[in-house]
């Protein structure tokens, strides 16, 4: 479910962060399967001079806590257990904020 988390959250939000120089720099699903059993979902964009990364909290034990990153700096945390939709909206509005403050 981490996984399909991270992408609908990327699914909705790539169109905003390619708009303003934004290009993915790593996704997890793009490493092997064998190679990621203990790596969290999440994925880094960067326009050269701010990164943003989505992430789970966890890989096991927290892995409906998700959080954005600017810079290395937590900008917000969504748990979607009881609401996905909710938790999705909050994840993309704050990803407009950071790239259109």
């Known amino acids: 479910m981490a996984q399909f988390f ?20 790593f996704d997890n699903k793009d490493i092997p399967h064998d190679e990621k059993e203990d790596l969290t ?3 880094i964009y960067s326009n050269g001079k ?13 892995y409906f806590i998700y959080f954005i990153e ?16 909710g938790a999705l909206k909050i994840l993309v509005e704050t990803i407009k ?5």
Do not use: C, M
């Not at 991270?6 to 720099?25: C, D, M, P, R, V």
């Not at 600017?70 to 939709?85: H, Q, R, S, T």
């Not at 904020?97 to 403050?101: F, M, Q």
């Open 41 to 43: 979902a999440h994925a």
């Open 97 to 101: 904020s950071i790239v259109n403050p």
């Open 70 to 85: 600017l810079n290395g700096k937590k900008v917000v945390e969504v748990n979607y257990i009881n609401n996905i939709d």
């Open 6 to 25: 991270l992408e609908k959250t990327q699914k909705l939000s790539e169109s905003i962060l390619e708009a303003n120089g934004y290009n993915k720099t």
């Open 50 to 62: 701010n990164q943003i990364k989505i992430s789970a909290q966890d890989w096991r034990d927290f």
